[in-house]
């Protein structure tokens, strides 16, 4: 058979792909294109267009997984176009949303003799966003059969000034009054002492957060669930405990079983939790849950067509793919409490490795040594006698394409700047000793560096504190 090469037909067969008239034109940017592109040429374009960004895998900053094995992403790549909201059509994947509620619960310790409640949701945002508006419905049910003028004042909720910026938009979205518990040098979670003077009958509920953004720390939930029972037995006005567990609900239980946090504690009632993070799911799915559908107001609970009847979801979202959730349960499935166990204690060890090390470099002063969840989070010690600061070292890993964050403490600590390291599942041994040599490399540069030694330097240590490549 010949071929005729100036056959649009066959040219898709013939053109080297960088030869392709397409490869000698920008991108369409702003506007669409006059002609379509064939899709191998498409594919490689846009996949140029992303090869300059930084390796997921040395990102640092982000407590969200970065890998997942083969078998996980072709299933979750096949049921891209499951749509999560259509109980109907898609009743087998409804039914695997279930389960991972159902074994979240138990994971989370609900009550048997208590009817658990709770949904999967776009990130741990989204949980909190549902979260919080069943504290604020409930309360002002509570507080309108006690008489309390509702407009006199508005709601709040109380969390420390470390919280994930999801709160803030959560109180400014639903016009919440957000009351921030000041962090201070002997209080680097939620301060236990001062937490309940924030507290009044206009208080739609406390936030504990177990894995707190900037440190990696755990707020006391226990010893919070006993000042508010205290609490509640003073007043008409209960009060009770939303715990934003987006670092920590997937990484405790298999980790620190005897620490009490969840539902195992009286007063705490809904729990969110990020299974993009240590539930080791790709970015995009969360779950909150109630300890009791009483917590859960009806006004929030919409049915849906289910099987020829219907079901209840409270979810902000409407349409998302159930890729994210299949990939949950395929986790669930794969990986068992002893996977799950196992490869956070692997995580563990590497976090242990990496501290240890950057204690044994003498320039830092640790804040967080992976006491509970594996973040290292360590500020530059006072008495160094050197220019440069952990924004530059920021820098110097960037250029060996690590993104290790530098940014300041919450207001009350802001005078204080720290980086942290994420150490996530994907994170090996050997990583870790790169990262090491890494880092030493780049003290080295920066200790002799006629830039940093110079006047003119970027980042002073009298410059004011800034955020500098921090994420979530």
Not at 99 to 108: E, K, P, S, T
Not at 274 to 281: A, D, E, I
Not at 429 to 455: G, R
Request: proline share 4%; with cysteine; charged share 25%.
């Amino acid at each position: 058979m010949l071929f005729d090469r100036n056959s649009q037909e066959e040219s898709k067969y013939l053109d080297p792909i960088f030869g392709n008239e397409h490869e000698s034109q920008d991108l369409p940017k702003y506007k669409f294109a006059n002609e379509s592109v064939q899709p191998r040429v498409a594919y490689q374009m846009v996949k140029d267009e992303l090869v300059d960004e930084g390796n997921a895998r040395q990102n640092l900053a982000t407590f969200c997984q970065t890998y997942m094995e083969p078998e996980a992403t072709k299933i979750m790549a096949e049921t891209l176009d499951k749509n999560a909201i259509d109980k109907s059509e898609y009743p087998r994947t409804t039914e695997l949303e279930n389960r991972c509620v159902n074994m979240i619960a138990d994971l989370w310790h609900a009550p048997e003799n208590e009817h658990f409640m709770g949904t999967s949701t776009v990130g741990s945002s989204e949980a909190c966003m549902l979260g919080g508006l069943a504290m604020k419905f409930a309360w002002r049910k509570r507080a309108k059969k006690l008489g309390l003028d509702l407009n006199a004042h508005k709601p709040n909720l109380v969390i420390s000034s470390s919280y994930q910026i999801c709160w803030k938009k959560f109180c400014t979205y639903w016009d919440i009054e957000l009351r921030e518990v000041p962090l201070d040098k002997d209080h680097l979670s939620l301060n236990m002492d001062k937490v309940m003077d924030y507290v009044d009958e206009y208080t739609i509920g406390i936030v504990g957060i177990m894995g707190i953004t900037y440190t990696g720390q755990y707020d006391d939930i226990a010893k919070l669930n006993d000042l508010v029972e205290e609490y509640n037995k003073t007043t008409d006005y209960k009060v009770y405990i939303h715990v934003d567990a987006a670092s920590g609900g997937f990484y405790t239980p298999f980790m620190e079983p005897d620490i009490d946090w969840d539902f195992k504690l009286k007063n705490v009632v809904s729990i969110n939790a990020s299974g993009h993070k240590y539930g080791l799911v790709y970015p995009g799915i969360g779950w909150v849950l109630w300890r009791d559908k009483k917590y859960l107001p009806e006004d929030l609970i919409f049915n849906v067509s289910y099987l020829g009847g219907e079901m209840p979801t409270m979810a902000i979202n409407f349409s998302r793919s159930a890729s994210q959730i299949i990939g949950q349960y395929y986790n669930f499935v794969r990986l068992g409490f002893a996977g799950y166990h196992d490869i956070h204690l692997r995580t563990h060890h590497v976090a242990e490795y990496i501290i240890n090390e950057i204690q044994k470099m003498g320039r830092f002063n640790v804040v967080n040594g992976a006491e509970h969840l594996p973040i290292l989070c360590y500020s530059l010690k006072d008495n160094l006698n050197q220019k440069w600061t952990l924004y530059d070292l920021t820098d110097h890993l960037r250029m060996r394409g690590w993104q290790v964050p530098t940014y300041p403490m919450p207001e009350g600590l802001d005078n204080l700047v720290v980086q942290r390291i994420v150490c996530r599942a994907d994170l090996g041994m050997n990583n870790a000793v790169e990262l090491i040599e890494d880092m030493k490399a780049a003290i080295h540069e920066l200790d002799n560096s006629k830039l940093i030694n110079d006047s003119s330097q970027i980042h002073t240590k009298q410059n004011k504190p800034k955020k500098y490549g921090f994420t979530h």
